[in-house]
């Protein structure tokens, strides 16, 4: 379970609570006495509502002592959401820590979910009597991470503990483990990036972990003192954390600080020498991370290298090839594979890739070719190896580093009955990368329209997930097939002005 005799400290940024390893392994103990008690068995999933707790991390591994898997899922879902999870892959438990929203708790108990809340177990009374044997084998399922479909057909990444260990050791072969001594977690645990490298990969190796809440504005406008304070030696990052914490915050003065990791979304080399010159080291990485691979699985771990927008590096833990076809239907085909400066479609191959796409072979078929990932991105690489990222083929919408899938919008908006078409895409935003906007189609042309549209995108919708930006249009553009293009429909929404929004909704 771990790669040391026992799991590190975790501190609690806000409270600066700390749980001593031996404490973990106690509580984990109690965790997973209860857990056995109340029916939880090999194979059986649980859904977790909140994350970036010490009591995360004991779950997590007291569901693995089980034998079960930890769906991690984000506590910002509305009910509707969370219930087309749970219909996809059938959790016997969903954690709370706190009181559950009354129709998340109707809809799950309706699907046949229990749902704990955990406030009411005191572990301390289930320590040394309960036997820790482990029930978890290598291939079985460890992690579902839903990577779109919380309001369509999810498409959640099944993570064995052999590729996550495969993962883990990677990284430790690429990167060592002494910068991470005391690692510092500002990102979301139920993504792959702040859940799998950033806390994982440390903590199990017996490192101190500080957990912060996601995104946290406090923690980033105080980002250098609580580097001070804490010790920080290695933390993890998107680039709009920066536009904040470099603002804000004074840079640290400890000179503890030993590495950075950017990832989840593009850095350019002016921001990327920003960090550097802010904290004080020039071990700023960029981090190329997939979800379906565990995460990073690359990156500028090089003596020597000079920021450019666009470099990632070298492979951690994995084969990387452009080619020139993105068929992942054919055969794999290395003679395909795109000389050096040549632009291509990257691929990789890494003993740390997801089982596949929980109960959608088909899907899993379109990426997978040979044990070959195709990633939806296009690089090239240089005449010494190294990759460079130059585009992307895939849909999703990079707010900030919280991946969106506008299908997912696309189809709440489509259930409205007055809705006739629509067209989520994204926008350029200066402060989260992206940002979200939508073209509509309605049966009429009035205010209140919007208004009862909106107000049922904010029922089916997490907030983040809501568009920005409306454009009121009498058609969608269709191409020579008669079918929309995302890229086409955001052109033609440039040549307009969107909805007053905030003064549709304002009026009554």
């Known amino acids: 379970m771990f790669f040391d005799s026992q799991p590190g400290v975790i501190t609690e940024l806000l409270t600066g609570r700390s749980l001593a390893s031996r404490e973990i392994i106690s509580r984990t103990a109690g965790r997973t006495a209860r857990f056995q008690t109340a029916g939880l068995c090999r194979g059986d999933r649980v859904f977790v509502q909140y994350g970036n707790k010490p009591e995360f991390f004991v779950d997590l591994l007291a ?8 769906v991690p899922i984000d506590s910002r879902l509305t009910a509707y959401e969370v219930e087309n999870l749970a219909r996809a892959v059938a959790p016997r438990f969903m954690l709370t820590d706190s009181p559950a929203d009354a129709a998340i708790l109707s809809g799950l108990t309706a699907l046949g979910v229990q749902v704990i809340d955990t406030r009411d177990w005191d572990d301390r009374h289930f320590p040394s009597a309960f036997p820790m044997r482990c029930q978890t084998y290598l291939d079985d399922e460890a992690l579902i991470l839903f990577t779109s479909g919380s309001t369509g057909i999810p498409k959640g990444v099944v993570h064995t503990h052999r590729s996550l260990r ?12 002494e910068a991470h001594h005391r690692t510092l977690c500002l990102l979301p645990t139920h993504f792959g990036h702040g859940l799998i490298c950033n806390s994982l990969f440390p903590w199990l190796a017996g490192q101190h972990l500080v957990i912060a809440p996601p995104f946290s504005t406090t923690a980033l406008m105080q980002l250098g003192a609580v580097i001070d304070e804490h010790k920080i030696t290695f933390l993890s990052s998107v680039p709009s954390m920066w536009g904040l914490a470099l603002k804000a915050s004074k840079p640290p003065l400890g000179k503890t600080l030993r590495r950075v990791h950017c990832g989840s979304a593009p850095l350019s080399a002016h921001l990327w020498r920003q960090i550097q010159q802010w904290s004080g080291t020039n071990e700023v990485f960029n981090a190329y991370g997939i979800t379906e691979t565990g995460s990073w699985v690359a990156g500028t771990s090089v003596a020597g290298f000079v920021p450019e927008d666009g470099l990632v590096g070298v492979p951690w833990g994995a084969v990387i090839k452009i080619l020139k076809s993105a068929d992942a239907g054919a055969p794999f085909d290395v003679d395909l594979q795109c000389r050096a400066e040549e632009p291509g479609y990257i691929w990789l191959n890494t003993p740390a890739l997801m089982r596949g796409y929980h109960a959608q072979p088909e899907l899993t078929d379109q990426v997978i070719s040979g ?15 190294w990759l460079y990222l130059k585009g992307r083929e895939r849909e999703e919408i990079n707010k900030g580093g919280m991946k969106i899938y506008p299908a997912d919008i696309d189809a709440v908006a489509e259930r409205f009955d007055r809705t006739r078409e629509v067209c989520a895409f994204a926008l350029e935003d200066p402060l989260y990368g992206q940002s979200l906007a939508m073209a509509i189609v309605l049966q009429d042309d009035a205010d209140a329209t919007v208004r009862e549209l909106h107000a049922w995108m904010k029922v089916h919708l997490a907030d983040y997930k809501v568009p920005l930006h409306w454009y009121r249009v009498e058609s969608l553009p269709r191409n020579s097939r008669g079918k929309v293009s995302r890229k086409d429909v955001a052109a033609f929404c440039a040549q307009r002005l969107p909805l007053d929004l905030q003064t549709i909704l304002k009026a009554k």
């Open 166 to 177: 495969a993962r883990w050791f990677s990284l430790r072969e690429a990167l060592g483990i």
């Open 371 to 385: 044990g070959w990932f195709f990633t939806g991105d296009i690089g090239v690489a240089d005449q010494r190896g």
């Open 63 to 70: 569901v693995w002592y089980s034998g079960a898997s930890l």
